[in-house]
């Protein structure tokens, strides 16, 4: 969770905001944490990882699709996830984090963040 937010701070964030949508734009993005467009966007980043695992298992809703119908951007979510990765494995590398604890996940998002920053 710590790595998600890490990136999220330095990154461009996933949602768009097409002219003349932006309170329907802004409803998805609150939709997702209403107190913080960092949790949003963590919110919004987790709930696509889960569509594309979901996908590779069924037939179920395109992530993409999920994506685009509430104004986040495929490509940028994906590049999120991929930098996050990216980072667990050179913590990893570099001894600072076991393989077994940087594979855990899926914690709610309160007790995830927690100690962030920290």
């Not at 701070?9 to 993005?29: I, M, W």
Request: contains cysteine; positive net charge; aromatic residues 6%.
């Amino acid at each position: 969770a710590c790595l998600l937010a890490a990136v999220l701070s330095a990154t461009r964030r996933p949602f768009v905001c097409p002219p003349g949508k932006r309170k329907e734009s802004l409803a998805y993005q609150r939709g997702f944490d209403p107190t913080s467009d960092v949790l949003a966007c963590y919110a919004a980043a987790e709930k696509f990882e889960e569509k594309l695992e979901a996908q590779a298992h069924s037939v179920e809703e395109s992530a993409d699709r999920f994506a685009s119908e509430r104004f986040l951007v495929p490509q940028r979510l994906r590049q999120l996830l991929r930098s996050r990765d990216s980072l667990r494995e050179e913590l990893v590398r570099a001894g600072l984090v076991d393989r077994g604890a940087a594979r855990q996940r899926h914690r709610p998002r309160a007790a995830a963040l927690e100690g962030c920053g920290q």
